[in-house]
């Protein structure tokens, strides 16, 4: 099924996109990982959102996903690991699986762990970001896993399923080595383990890598005026946009975004 329109984030920003999008009558698909899993959630109060004094971090996006849900809006849970636009539509990757979309908004927030060293220069020569999606390449040899999803141990275990040595890391302080290809990891204490090939998962991807040609600004994505990016079909809300990282913008923001979509789609 190709979707009017895809949103990869169920925050604020995310969540507010897709009832503005429902209410004019569009099919709307959010991809996203468990909402309640947000530091929303965390927040004992909301003191500054107007109109809700009082209202905690998880009772506003509990409503936020049972209105958007009311009003028809798919939830699909699961990484977005990839966004590509193709000429009319927006493909995107969700672990093992892809979604058509006639525009997408990207809402995913921000990731605050920084790339960790050799990732960027070897993703795609022995960095990857999903065991099922790219597990079977690396049948029979040594890889590393390291990350934070809530799936981590599935993975893990799908990975040793199908035959490979599996070593698991912390995050923190890994280093990825290898000239044009992985050869291996060294840990915060400086020990090396050799391996074809290394498993970062996250339980999201950093925006700015979600797609290629993202035009970033200060670790952020760059948007206009009517919250589209340089890419075609391609638009941004909420923090990922830059500061302030403030609940208010995210959602004025998730607004916009759905209505300069659905403008290109009229």
Same mark, same amino acid.
């Given at each position: 099924?190709?979707?009017?329109l895809?949103?990869v984030?169920?925050?604020?920003?995310?969540?507010?996109?897709?009832?503005?999008?429902?209410?004019?009558?569009?099919?709307?698909?959010?991809?996203?990982?468990d909402?309640?899993?947000?530091?929303?959630?965390?927040?004992?109060a909301?003191?500054?959102?107007?109109?809700?004094?009082?209202?905690?971090?998880?009772?506003?996006?509990?409503?936020?996903?049972?209105?958007?849900?009311?009003?028809?809006?798919?939830?699909?849970?699961g990484?977005?690991?990839?966004?590509?636009?193709m000429?009319?539509?927006?493909?995107?990757?969700?672990?093992?699986?892809?979604?058509?979309?006639?525009?997408?908004?990207?809402?995913?927030g921000?990731?605050?762990?920084?790339?960790?060293?050799?990732?960027?220069?070897?993703?795609?020569?022995?960095?990857?970001?999903?065991?099922? #999606? %790219? *597990?079977?390449f690396?049948?029979?040899? $040594?890889?590393?896993? @390291?990350?934070d !999803? &809530? =799936?981590? +141990?599935? /993975?893990?275990?799908?990975l040793?399923?199908?035959g490979?040595?599996?070593?698991?890391?912390?995050?923190?302080?890994?280093?990825?080595?290898?000239?044009?290809?992985?050869?291996?990891?060294?840990?915060?204490?400086g020990?090396?383990?050799? #391996? %074809? *090939?290394?498993?970062?998962?996250?339980? $999201?991807?950093?925006? @700015?890598r979600? !797609? &290629? =040609?993202? +035009?970033? /600004?200060g670790?952020?994505i760059?948007?206009?005026?009517?919250?589209?990016?340089?890419?075609?079909?391609?638009?941004?809300?909420?923090?990922?946009?830059?500061?302030?990282?403030?609940?208010?913008?995210?959602?004025?923001?998730?607004?916009a975004?759905?209505?300069?979509?659905?403008?290109?789609m009229?």
């Open positions: 099924m190709k979707y009017d895809l949103i984030g169920g925050g604020p920003a995310g969540l507010t996109a897709a009832i503005h999008a429902r209410a004019r009558d569009k099919s709307v698909l959010v991809v996203s990982n909402p309640m899993a947000s530091p929303l959630c965390r927040a004992p909301m003191a500054n959102y107007p109109g809700l004094p009082g209202v905690t971090g998880r009772e506003l996006v509990e409503r936020l996903v049972k209105q958007a849900g009311n009003l028809g809006a798919e939830l699909k849970r990484r977005a690991l990839s966004v590509m636009p000429g009319g539509s927006v493909m995107v990757s969700v672990e093992n699986d892809a979604v058509e979309g006639r525009a997408v908004i990207l809402a995913p921000v990731s605050r762990a920084a790339p960790l060293q050799g990732e960027a220069e070897l993703l795609g020569r022995g960095v990857s970001y999903c065991a099922t #999606c %790219d *597990g079977m690396y049948r029979g040899k $040594s890889v590393v896993c @390291a990350g !999803a &809530p =799936g981590f +141990e599935e /993975e893990v275990e799908f040793r399923s199908i490979c040595g599996v070593a698991v890391k912390r995050l923190a302080g890994l280093s990825i080595l290898g000239e044009g290809r992985v050869t291996g990891v060294r840990d915060a204490a020990e090396e383990t050799p #391996c %074809d *090939g290394v498993f970062l998962l996250r339980a $999201s991807i950093a925006p @700015a979600l !797609a &290629p =040609g993202l +035009e970033t /600004e670790g952020y760059k948007v206009d005026g009517r919250m589209a990016t340089n890419l075609p079909g391609v638009y941004a809300a909420g923090d990922c946009t830059g500061q302030p990282l403030q609940l208010a913008k995210a959602v004025g923001q998730g607004q975004a759905a209505h300069s979509a659905m403008e290109e009229d």
